[in-house]
């Protein structure tokens, strides 16, 4: 079936490559001119504006928006609102806000246009491998775009089966889910964010402990000068935590050891953090997500004003001063030593 | 090769089903006699008591030992010491705590019996499986006993390879690692624990916030009903989380979607608490694998001491009184309240 | 000068029984009639409904709306809305969020309304003690109102001074504070009670460890029975970790050394959840104020659903039963045990 | 009485001078003749040595050490158990972990050498203030020492008396505690320091989030420009929050509103980590005070290896590219964006 992309990025264009190959026709249109000629030089239209992209749709038109959350994403729906018409659908297949889309969904209902959601999970990895999508909103419209979350989706591929889903939805095996009203895309792929937050935390603090397990504070005979290599690939083989994120991990470890060519600084989304206000909404303590998040704040700081209040206090109440620079992990400042005498 | 295995529980007895499956001869011993039988009518020669087993095995003797940390293990180990000469090697396949190791290598030596630490990863499925093993000891009785460890190896299967790791020691992708000197196999392992329970309880929150998303103290717009199982399933295929732990997950999900089954106790082992140590030891900030050990202390306790000093507290400076049923999520007793006429 | 009152529960009814011992007229408003009745007996001026309590009111009026945050005090500010004028103010001295009050103050201003949010701590003993006020809004109005907060502050007391804030803003001497433009009073409150969980769940785990240093877990030599009254009396004197919240605890522990008249289950208020919602929007990492709001969460709870997602995994890879019980610290159920012969 | 001190630092010698200025008798002991000399001048008498010191004490001798816990303390406990005789006694002051009191207490007790452990806390102010003293030892030489804790304590000061203490132990109110055996004084000080990180932090975070409630990423409407020094005044008066700790910060920011002479680093002594050790060992959940030691860890590192992990994984997955400097709060590097016409 044919498929209106905007926003050609590198999720956008590889969505319209992967349908291209299972047979769909697709119409692109991105503000970067080169993009949309790249994407017509391998099959596409391309929309010359958005005018151009929504005329070169048949009725009911099916467009996918793929651009980055917030501003950006709303102020093209509101644009493409304009040019639609009734029974034309709407699939924010970015990282929105869920209770965003309940508000979109909401108005365009009103101009009889659908609204779907779609959080897709795949990465840079999805064309090959397909995406995981979890898809929000009106059953009806759902089912007339199953051809392309079918193509987009990875297929069962040679994932054993779980037992006991027999008669159970047949598109979950496939790699895409219903998950509910609109809204509920969007809110299971913040939470698979959230997630895989706390997932790259627990695994990154492990390797952090077995890399400092030679620090000089350490006794002599409790130092060990482990490969971290090599122990992030034997975990990928008949332990208890093999992942793709290890598989990722032990990749990255192999052609660098060190991790030298990183800065340490982490960004985040906003996936995380909506789920952390999620979890607070349902009053449901959350204290792995929550500190995996924190943990990517506090890498983007050189100092938070919370330590400098710290040794303020410290400061005021025993005249500690700190050192300029890491101590390393015990403290110095310490009285008058006396060195006993032989 | 041969091998003695002292303990035939859940972990020693199929360790001894899959070496002898691969062509090794084994003698066994555990304090019940029935355990040996059933094995020995498998094919292994059973010790009728530890002084017959050790007798049973041709020097230098390799015994392996496979009981619960701490005292039940150094007991065995004690015991052993004064049966076994010079020569001869003690492996420890349990969950010990790897500066134990650290203390009985150093008492062996003087006897000159080797010492051999093996984190043993893989549960109940690894006899099918494969054991991961991460393995701490002196290179030449760790060559020697190469042959059993690839036996017990789940090898390479059809684990995609990592690029970059040619060149590098084979055993790895087998699937064991010689880590370091005595210790540094136990330590591995207990990292490794550490990081699972950090996964599990990224999980667990995560579903926990997609099963409290339809409570009534959310706006009804709000709200959502999910399927977990099938959203378990869904994550399997093409996101970022795909995991063996998530695989785990979704099957117990598709056999019983509530879980109520489970009483919600969870406990833990030393591993993760021997992680948290390390972490302080070694003055790294290991936010998630504690709070993923805290979980589980606090699911086994029905209020904490700290809980009523909050709500003593709250009676002191606001008058407060906690109701003695949870309150859900927003607080109740609040003062009197004008209900604004029409 | 004179103020109007609505909502006459422990902290209104306080705050107008404070304002006439310090000479001012006060009329006073509630939905139930014995509340009004009580403090026109104490020289209040009592409305009969909200227009003849307004009514009473000499132009331009002063109103405090001292009523549970949320619907309720939304509810109530529009009533008064359309029964007051232009010139007249509205106090919102309720825990109402810091963004319904920016909403709500740009709502009113059309109407040539003046709106004042005033976060108003210390609970049950403020009407001795007074109050700590901190005040979001217009110059003008907030200085036309300075003679009531002057009232209900606490003055200087025998607080010592602070070095350094001569010549600085006289009002935070007496316990009160201009904090900015509307909003800015309940975000501070919002912080201090943000603050305030941190506090009082960093005592509550201290003695909770102290309480729990005899458990039968632990070596007998390292075991010790403490008082734990008589440590947090002591703590109050010339430690580093005095405080009020400290002294209360000492009052609740002489009294019932156990606490065992509190259950256990812990309420919040919005407050908490506000400063989270807060750290997060600011990407400020704010770990103990998350996992104070969160130990509360949990206490409200049996057993979450993650409690039962973990020991389904465990089930899962390690045939791992969980008591139904809380099996104390250490894991009981582990494989057979070989208990060495004599 | 007299009474011998070890370690004339900050602690050591504020303690002499205390005692001195309440009628003691004291003979001083330090490796820096200086700081001999510079109490002789004030009246105590001066060892030129450490036997000279000894040999200037009347039996039994009560010798107190003030010296850096650790290895320091203990080769002075060791030089001083060959010198001195029955029935003396040695006082560890200092900062010492619980479990080596109680294995030095063994090893004195078989030479009939008394030892106490006392946790002091009071710091630089501790010479005004008095020191807050936690005991552990035997009663009997508790009792013979009472009028060095008498003479040292803060007394009961203008500090309001606990309802319902009548009847109980006097020293208490005094500000001095015996509170159990040997190791119990050290470890009741222990959770005293664990509980004044959990403090601070929580000021520390609450602060913070009040100096960025006025960064760019927040909508302009929403932010705030707030005077921290007046906050941290204003609640000293009347709210829920006061403490010693909010004196001394409103304090130090009254100075400096920036505190921009602190570095950010912030070290921790031991407590703060055996604080988090005996949580693990009890088996008691204390996430408050564990995250406030992380928090110190992490303010010591420019990066930590855990980072370089997290954005591994996330370049390995989504080809993320993080930038070299902080980039502020929200993700920057996101997919061609499509800009609406007009």
Chains 1, 2, 3, 4 share one sequence.
């Not at 959601?117 to 999508?133: A, F």
């Not at 997630?195 to 390797?207: D, K, N, R, S, V």
Request: proline letters at 5%.
């Amino acid at each position: 079936m044919q498929l209106g992309m905007i926003g050609l990025g590198r999720m956008g264009g590889n969505i319209v490559r992967r349908l291209m190959k299972h047979g769909h026709s697709t119409v692109v249109y991105d503000k970067d001119p080169k993009a949309v000629a790249a994407l017509a030089a391998e099959g596409a239209a391309g929309g010359r504006s958005l005018q151009d992209f929504v005329g070169k749709l048949d009725r009911p038109r099916n467009v996918w928006v793929m651009l980055p959350a917030g501003r950006i994403t709303e102020a093209m729906i509101d644009e493409l609102t304009k040019l639609m018409q009734a029974g034309d659908a709407i699939i924010d297949g970015g990282n929105s806000f869920w209770q965003d889309d309940i508000r979109r969904g909401k108005a365009l209902r009103e101009h009889g246009i659908h609204y779907v959601d779609v959080g897709t999970s795949g990465g840079v990895w999805g064309i090959e491998r397909g995406y995981c999508m979890m898809i929000g909103g009106d059953k009806a419209v759902i089912d007339r775009l199953d051809p392309i979350f079918a193509s987009l989706a990875p297929g069962p591929g040679d994932i054993p089966r779980t037992v006991g889903r027999e008669g159970r939805d047949a598109r979950i095996e496939q790699g895409y889910i219903h998950a509910g009203p609109i809204g509920a895309g969007h809110f299971v792929k913040m939470i698979h964010n959230g997630i895989e937050y706390g997932l790259m935390q627990a695994y990154a603090e492990g390797f952090d402990i077995l890399r400092n397990a030679n620090i000089e504070a350490l006794p002599a005979e409790h130092r060990f000068d482990f490969d971290i290599a090599d122990i992030a690939e034997v975990w990928r083989r008949g332990s208890v935590i093999p992942s793709w994120l290890l598989d990722l991990t032990a990749s990255a470890l192999a052609k660098n050891p060190t991790l030298e060519s990183y800065s340490g600084f982490v960004e985040d989304s906003g996936e995380g953090r909506w789920t952390v206000n999620a979890a607070v909404d349902e009053a449901v303590p959350a204290e792995v997500l929550t500190a995996a998040l924190f943990a990517r704040f506090r890498s983007r700081k050189d100092h938070t004003f919370a330590e400098k209040v710290l040794s303020a206090m410290r400061d005021g109440f025993g005249g500690h001063k700190e050192p300029q620079q890491g101590p390393g992990p015990v403290q110095q400042n310490a009285p008058d030593i006396v060195k006993p005498k032989a």
